[in-house]
């Protein structure tokens, strides 16, 4: 986004100046764009640590804004392919309060006297139910939209309102408490994280795949003999990505349970509290393991899988698409499906979050999603967007509301001031678009 | 109807004009008494054309005369108000271009009909990509394949990273009829195939027309460019607001006859009156 800004004012006099940067950005492959966006998230950042008086950047507030960011998050990852296809869909939000309220009262009415109290079967099939929900409404929109030929603007207007007011009518209005612990894990919080250790064997891993997937893909263009990246631009872009992943956890190892918890915690794992008291970290939050892990598949749909390719070809060209023999109806009620099904993840993830299913439950959570998705780089044109840069957009979208929400300011003001993000980063869109072409 | 024309063009090879293609068996395709209208206008009105192994037959005709509409049909994209298709004598069900591709007939479209936002390798696969033992994408072997394939059409091409948006309008064109070549078309509809290309890849485009002949592929032509059709066709089809004016063996009329089709719609003395031929 910065870059933007700032690119437009140097434009007239680079060529000799701007051109090492250019070099640099061509040889390590980073895009201006992502990098634009780390950039105005760090502008974010430093600027709320500044006005709310350095309470911001603390490893507290930085674990739940990864907590917060979870559940826009998981449905950014689908509003992508869905605006890839010029598309849109504005249920997001009420998909996501309907599909709470079912698993909440499923699970309160039915699963627990079926399985008994906290017996494991009780999260999996409310977690179960709560997909295929997801899955059906999201598929009777995507039905409605590709084989009945109702614009996706209206279905889904009109959806905004219908799965609101079903949330309402299933529950008659009430707040439905969940009772299962295990589900309430998905929600984060100190049994919802998984610990100092098992964040470090985690980015661990992380940082193993990322050397193997720089390394597999050295080798795949070698192989076909295409130009490779220099040595040192693949070792700089490996350590930076390597090196968040180690700041991450450093941030989230350093969030530790308050006094009270810990002291329970111990008493439960039968551990011995020490002089002074114990420093038991948090780590990484269930639900934003889910959230990076939801990022990671779907990226691979995108990019890797036939309906992704479709997807994205159906954007660029649907009269082409069409033509070249894509089914374009059953890839558009597909991707509706699938959004459907992210916004029952985001259900469970909130649900979890605040151990109760209430009718207000995912409002305005559309505008946010799609907030994400166009902030990281989905064009509202079609046929551009990717997945890591809607999360990263989540993560924006989601810094400002919580940095807005530490400085005390009122939700009308809040309200009025993503609003006009939103037009503004749309307007900044179409600037960046008009100058890359 | 279309047993007359097929009479006439047999009558036509014992008279003497033989084009080396057999025309004994049953056409690779036969489209026949074809009409489709778009509100009120016939865009295509009784029309009927017929192909043959290892034959180039080029359709002709003014701008608006229904050309692309009739291809169209035949490649999947419009569905017919009337009318059959025959493929190798046998009835076919064609309703979309998935249909169309299963009976082999491939498409070069006017338009191009590309998706702008992916490279050429994807384009050159969509709908029918390269993919890993573990199903996924293999666009490794796509744009290896890529390679080769538009290596012999426009040698000069290095451009496979980008989005097709990127390329000029005759390497897009390139990259369209890479497309309907890769998969070995039987019937190949080349809708105005040179129409952005110089004057070298237009000669790449022309030697690739007779090799495709000599594998015995069927090929419609449809060109503005009445020396092209001259060089490369075996018979040329003339329509007209719709409808056909006449066919006849490229080598039974002359350069201002076929233009005298096109533009009166006066059918000469060599060629095979149609439904639109002008009634004197
Ligand atoms: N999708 C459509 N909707 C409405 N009318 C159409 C459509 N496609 C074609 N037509 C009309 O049908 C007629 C025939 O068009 P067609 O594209 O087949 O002409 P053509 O012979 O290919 O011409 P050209 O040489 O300009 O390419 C025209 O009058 C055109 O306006
Ligand atoms: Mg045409």
């Known amino acids: ?437 | 109807m279309m047993s007359t024309t097929m009479d006439d063009i047999r009558d036509g090879g014992t008279t003497g004009h033989t084009d080396n293609i057999d025309r004994a068996g049953p056409p690779l395709v036969a489209m026949e008494d074809i009409s489709i209208s778009f509100g009120g206008i016939h865009a295509v009105d009784g029309a009927s054309l017929d192909l043959y192994p290892g034959e180039v037959v080029a359709l002709l005709g003014h701008n608006g005369a229904g050309k692309s509409t009739l291809i169209k049909i035949l490649s999947g994209a419009y569905k017919r108000d009337s009318g059959e298709i025959m493929v190798r004598g046998e009835r076919a069900t064609i309703s979309n271009p998935r249909d169309a591709k299963a009976y082999g007939i491939e498409t070069i479209y006017q338009t191009l009909a590309l998706a702008d936002n992916v490279d050429a390798a994807a384009n050159l696969f969509l709908g029918r990509e390269i993919m890993t033992p573990f199903g996924t994408l293999d666009d490794a072997a796509m744009e290896a394949e890529a390679r080769k394939v538009m290596g012999r059409l426009n040698p000069n091409f290095k451009r496979f990273k980008e989005p097709v948006r990127a390329l000029s309008g005759g390497q897009r064109q390139s990259v369209a009829i890479a497309r309907a070549i890769l998969f070995n078309a039987k019937i190949l509809i080349m809708d105005e195939p040179t129409a952005a290309l110089g004057p070298q890849e237009t000669a790449q485009v022309a030697d690739l027309i007779k090799e495709l002949k000599k594998e015995e592929i069927g090929i419609f032509l449809i060109s503005h460019d009445i020396h092209d059709v001259f060089d490369l066709s075996d018979r040329v089809v003339v329509m007209k607001n719709g409808q056909v004016v006449g066919s006849a063996k490229t080598s039974d009329v002359t350069k201002d006859e076929v233009l005298g089709m096109i533009i009166l719609g006066k059918c000469p003395a060599g060629a095979t009156p149609g439904p639109g031929a002008m009634k004197d």
Request: glycine share 14%.
């Open chain 1, 1 to 437: 986004m910065s870059d933007v800004a700032s690119g437009g004012a140097v434009r007239p006099k680079t060529a000799g100046g701007g051109s090492g940067f250019k070099n640099f950005l061509r040889a390590t492959e980073i895009d201006t764009r992502m990098l634009g966006m780390v950039g105005a998230l760090l502008v974010i950042w430093v600027g709320f640590h500044i006005l709310s008086g350095g309470t911001f950047l603390t490893p507290r507030n930085l674990w739940n804004l990864s907590v917060q960011t979870a559940s826009v998050g998981v449905m950014a990852t689908g509003m992508v392919l869905v605006i890839v296809t010029r598309n849109i869909d504005l249920s997001v939000g009420s998909v996501l309060g309907v599909t709470g309220m079912i698993m909440a009262i499923a699970q309160t009415t039915w699963f627990t006297p079926m399985f008994g109290f906290d017996n494991p079967m009780v999260w999996i099939a409310t977690i179960g139910l709560g997909l295929l929900s997801g899955l059906a409404i999201g598929g009777l929109q995507g039905f409605v939209i590709a084989y009945m030929g109702v614009p996706s603007f209206i279905v889904t207007l009109g959806g905004l309102l219908v799965w609101r007011g079903a949330a309402w009518w299933v529950a008659s209005g009430r707040t439905i408490p969940i009772t299962d612990d295990t589900f309430k894990i998905l929600g984060g919080g100190s049994d919802g994280s998984i610990g100092a250790t098992w964040s470090w064997v985690i980015a661990i891993v992380a940082i193993a795949f990322l050397a193997l997937a720089a390394v597999n893909a050295r080798r795949q263009r070698k192989r076909f003999h295409f130009p490779v990246k220099p040595m040192w631009a693949e070792y700089l872009t490996f350590a930076l990505s390597a090196g968040a992943v180690v700041v991450a956890t450093l941030i989230v190892n350093a969030y530790l349970l308050p006094g009270p918890l810990a002291a329970r915690y111990a008493q439960a794992n039968g551990i011995a509290v020490p002089e002074g008291g114990l420093a038991i970290s948090f780590g990484y939050a269930v639900p934003v393991l889910l959230f990076i892990g939801v990022g990671i598949v779907m990226t691979f749909v995108a990019r890797r899988t036939r309906f992704g390719r479709y997807v994205f070809a159906i954007g660029g060209n649907p009269e082409a698409a069409e033509l070249a023999g894509i089914n374009t109806k059953r890839v558009t009620m597909m991707v509706f499906a699938l959004m459907g099904m992210l916004a029952a993840i985001a259900a469970a993830i909130s649900t979890a979050r605040l151990t109760s299913a209430t009718n207000a439950q995912g409002t305005l959570d559309e505008l946010y999603t799609i907030a994400a998705a166009v902030i990281g780089g989905t064009s509202l044109a079609g046929g551009a967007g990717t997945i890591a840069g809607a999360m990263l957009g989540a993560l924006v979208m989601q810094s400002l509301q919580s940095g807005m929400v530490l400085l005390g300011m009122d939700t009308p003001l809040q309200n009025i001031v993503v609003g006009a993000v939103l037009v503004v980063a749309v307007w900044l869109d179409t600037v960046y678009r008009k100058r890359a072409a």
